[in-house]
């Protein structure tokens, strides 16, 4: 038998059985020519959609309301029609499949009648961000590289190290990531590492598939976030089978890389509670509910799991009003409600105006429903945000693009009406149809003017994401190194001085110099060092930043509702 018709064989034998969660082979990326080494998350059945209209239909024909979500204060959850998602209502004959969760997760006895070319798998991309996981077909699986845990496993994290451990044993890799993988998948020997405790970690992948989408994503910083401080774990070589290749792409950890959190956080905390909850939240928010929603003129795919009332959650499709931001199941409804929507801007009051540009201070108390509507959607592109509800102490700052049909939300910042820690900024997003366009310097430069007014230098809410942290140090060494181009040395600018005309806090600015080499230590304190080679470089870039301007900002002090003191 030749090597050809021998990998054929193989081939044929492992599409006969269905994959399991846990399993771990190369797929191939949308452009059809990027292969990833990706792990089988969770199943259920290709013609999963087609299911879903036909109980969208059947139970929209036995309703006579098809109200919007969004008008409730607990939760946006609106008025509930009888064509609610993911119950498992019953078809004409009396009897479905039964949907599994919000997220329309099946039971393993629900595919048992199923060949494996009749199930659709959920994949993670080993290394690479979660929102690039998705649904794919058979076909798309290179099954020749195809590796199977032992025992099929219910937890996303833990059959992913399940299978690398196996990778790693039948490569010969052995030692360090067998003996990583058996640590994570078993909780641990040391630190108490919990199966879905793994660390996040960028990847430096190349080519035009899921390295450019994930550099598209928009910088972060997420109230409450549970994300681990850790250095993350060196992965050792895997050499997969049917590649002739053993490069930096082959010798993907899956341990690391994406969203899988650890290294440090909650899910490494001594405290078991803490532990678990990070657990729990990683099982629940594993597989998106929302594939796309359409958002005014847009149709975006969402990146993550948003927790929306479970009647308007496992859609294929979400409409959602650009102005109110109340979110509708069906298109005929979203037509309506376009039709009859009285708003045409976010409600709050409008402290900012450079020609079409314009932003909107929005207290979460006075306006709480599309506060929590904002959050609900903003969660479909942020990972481990956690404010949903309990918006009341919390001011929102929606950025929109003015035209003559209405205010098109950009993008948003919130922060806390009182924050201990001095914090100017809790969360921050641009959605993705205007990533790229410089509104994310644009937040950030907002915020610290406010800070600026107010006359208290501040920081964003720690700890950051990658991307935060990328976005946020591009943008105080384009201020510091812009500041400090227009003094001399005659000038004798202090650090105090500096973040009193920046907004900047000192710590911050303390390890952007640093980090240029900018900072010597004279007598125990923190003196700045100005290289005027390091100055004249970044002056040469030319580098053009959307920044506020502060003579189109009309804002004295945040609306106090409790206070009741307005401007």
Same mark, same amino acid.
């Given at each position: 038998?030749?090597?050809?018709?021998?990998?054929?064989?193989?081939?044929?034998?492992? *599409?006969?059985?269905?994959?399991?969660?846990?399993?771990?082979?190369?797929?191939?990326?949308?452009?059809?020519?990027?292969?990833?080494?990706?792990?089988?998350?969770?199943?259920?059945?290709?013609?999963?959609?087609?299911?879903?209209?036909?109980?969208?239909?059947?139970?929209?024909?036995?309703?006579?309301?098809?109200?919007?979500?969004?008008?409730?204060?607990?939760?946006?959850?609106?008025?509930?029609?009888?064509?609610?998602?993911?119950?498992?209502?019953?078809?004409?004959?009396?009897?479905?499949?039964?949907?599994?969760?919000?997220?329309?997760?099946?039971?393993?006895?629900?595919?048992?009648?199923?060949?494996?070319?009749?199930?659709?798998?959920?994949?993670?991309?080993?290394?690479?961000?979660?929102?690039?996981?998705?649904?794919?077909?058979?076909?798309?699986?290179?099954?020749?590289?195809?590796?199977?845990?032992?025992?099929?496993?219910?937890?996303?994290?833990?059959?992913?190290?399940?299978?690398?451990?196996?990778?790693?044993?039948?490569?010969?890799?052995?030692?360090?990531?067998?003996?990583?993988?058996?640590?994570?998948?078993?909780?641990?020997?040391?630190?108490?590492?919990?199966?879905?405790?793994?660390?996040?970690?960028?990847?430096?992948?190349?080519?035009?598939?899921?390295?450019?989408?994930? *550099?598209?994503?928009?910088?972060?910083?997420?109230?409450?976030?549970?994300?681990?401080?850790?250095?993350?774990?060196?992965?050792?070589?895997?050499?997969?089978?049917?590649?002739?290749?053993?490069?930096?792409?082959? *010798?993907?950890?899956?341990?690391?890389?994406?969203? =899988?959190?650890?290294?440090?956080?909650?899910?490494?905390?001594?405290?078991?509670?803490?532990?678990?909850?990070?657990?729990?939240?990683?099982?629940?928010?594993?597989?998106?509910?929302?594939?796309?929603?359409?958002?005014?003129?847009?149709?975006? $795919?969402? =990146?993550?799991?948003?927790?929306?009332? !479970?009647?308007?959650?496992?859609?294929?499709?979400?409409?959602?009003?650009?102005?109110?931001?109340?979110?509708?199941?069906?298109?005929?409804?979203?037509?309506?409600?376009?039709?009859?929507?009285?708003?045409?801007?976010?409600?709050?009051?409008?402290?900012?105006?450079?020609?079409?540009?314009?932003?909107?201070?929005?207290?979460?108390?006075?306006?709480?429903?599309?506060?929590?509507?904002?959050?609900?959607?903003?969660?479909?592109?942020?990972?481990?945000?956690?404010?949903?509800?309990?918006?009341?102490?919390?001011?929102?700052?929606?950025?929109?693009?003015?035209?003559? $049909?209405?205010?098109?939300?950009?993008?948003?910042?919130?922060?806390?009406?009182?924050?201990?820690?001095?914090?100017?900024?809790?969360?921050?997003?641009?959605?993705? !149809?205007?990533?790229?366009?410089?509104?994310?310097?644009?937040?950030?430069?907002?915020?610290?003017?406010?800070?600026?007014?107010?006359?208290?230098?501040?920081?964003?809410?720690?700890?950051?994401?990658?991307?935060?942290?990328?976005?946020?140090?591009?943008? =105080?060494?384009?201020?510091?190194?812009?500041?400090?181009?227009?003094?001399? $040395?005659?000038?004798?600018?202090?650090?105090?001085?500096?973040?009193?005309?920046?907004?900047?806090?000192?710590?911050?600015?303390?390890?952007?110099?640093?980090?240029?080499?900018?900072?010597?230590?004279?007598?125990? !304190?923190?003196?700045?060092?100005?290289?005027?080679?390091?100055?004249?470089?970044?002056? $040469?870039?030319?580098?053009?930043?959307?920044?506020?301007?502060?003579?189109?900002?009309?804002?004295?002090?945040?609306?106090?509702?409790?206070?009741?003191?307005?401007?």
């Amino acid at each position: 038998m030749t090597e050809t018709s021998a990998a054929d064989t193989s081939s044929d034998a492992a *599409a006969s059985k269905p994959l399991e969660i846990g399993d771990v082979c190369r797929v191939r990326w949308r452009d059809g020519k990027t292969s990833l080494l990706a792990a089988v998350v969770e199943r259920r059945p290709a013609d999963h959609w087609a299911k879903r209209r036909k109980q969208m239909r059947l139970a929209g024909s036995s309703s006579s309301s098809s109200a919007a979500g969004g008008g409730t204060a607990g939760g946006g959850g609106g008025a509930s029609s009888s064509a609610a998602a993911g119950g498992g209502t019953a078809d004409g004959s009396g009897s479905t499949k039964r949907l599994a969760s919000a997220a329309g997760l099946y039971e393993a006895g629900d595919l048992s009648a199923l060949s494996a070319s009749e199930i659709h798998y959920y994949v993670h991309y080993a290394g690479h961000d979660r929102r690039l996981d998705e649904w794919i077909p058979l076909e798309r699986c290179e099954l020749a590289t195809l590796q199977r845990v032992a025992v099929p496993l219910s937890d996303a994290a833990a059959a992913a190290a399940a299978a690398a451990q196996q990778i790693a044993a039948e490569e010969g890799g052995g030692g360090a990531a067998a003996n990583a993988a058996s640590a994570a998948a078993t909780g641990g020997a040391s630190g108490g590492a919990s199966p879905s405790a793994v660390r996040r970690q960028s990847s430096a992948g190349g080519g035009d598939g899921p390295a450019a989408a994930a *550099a598209a994503a928009a910088g972060s910083t997420e109230r409450r976030s549970s994300r681990g401080r850790g250095r993350p774990r060196k992965a050792s070589p895997i050499t997969i089978p049917g590649s002739n290749q053993s490069s930096s792409d082959a *010798a993907i950890n899956l341990l690391t890389g994406g969203n =899988w959190h650890g290294g440090g956080g909650h899910a490494h905390s001594t405290d078991p509670t803490l532990a678990a909850l990070e657990r729990e939240h990683e099982e629940v928010t594993k597989v998106k509910n929302i594939s796309k929603i359409v958002l005014g003129r847009h149709e975006i $795919e969402a =990146w993550y799991f948003s927790p929306y009332p !479970q009647e308007y959650a496992n859609e294929e499709l979400l409409y959602v009003c650009e102005y109110c931001l109340k979110y509708m199941k069906r298109k005929r409804t979203f037509r309506c409600h376009r039709r009859d929507c009285p708003h045409r801007r976010p409600p709050g009051r409008e402290i900012y105006r450079e020609g079409s540009l314009s932003v909107f201070e929005i207290d979460g108390k006075d306006h709480r429903v599309y506060c929590q509507n904002l959050c609900l959607l903003a969660k479909l592109f942020l990972d481990h945000k956690t404010l949903y509800y309990d918006v009341d102490p919390f001011y929102f700052y929606v950025v929109a693009e003015v035209d003559e $049909e209405g205010a098109h939300i950009v993008g948003y910042f919130s922060k806390e009406k009182v924050s201990a820690e001095e914090y100017n900024l809790a969360c921050i997003l641009t959605f993705p !149809q205007y990533q790229k366009s410089g509104y994310g310097k644009f937040i950030i430069s907002l915020s610290y003017e406010l800070s600026k007014r107010e006359g208290k230098p501040g920081s964003p809410e720690k700890p950051l994401s990658d991307l935060g942290k990328i976005s946020y140090r591009s943008y =105080w060494t384009h201020i510091l190194l812009t500041l400090l181009s227009k003094h001399t $040395e005659k000038d004798n600018l202090q650090i105090r001085d500096i973040s009193e005309m920046t907004g900047i806090k000192t710590e911050d600015i303390i390890s952007t110099l640093q980090s240029l080499g900018m900072i010597k230590v004279y007598k125990g !304190q923190h003196a700045v060092f100005v290289k005027q080679d390091i100055i004249k470089k970044y002056l $040469e870039l030319k580098k053009e930043m959307r920044l506020c301007n502060s003579d189109c900002l009309v804002w004295t002090g945040p609306i106090n509702s409790d206070s009741g003191r307005k401007d």
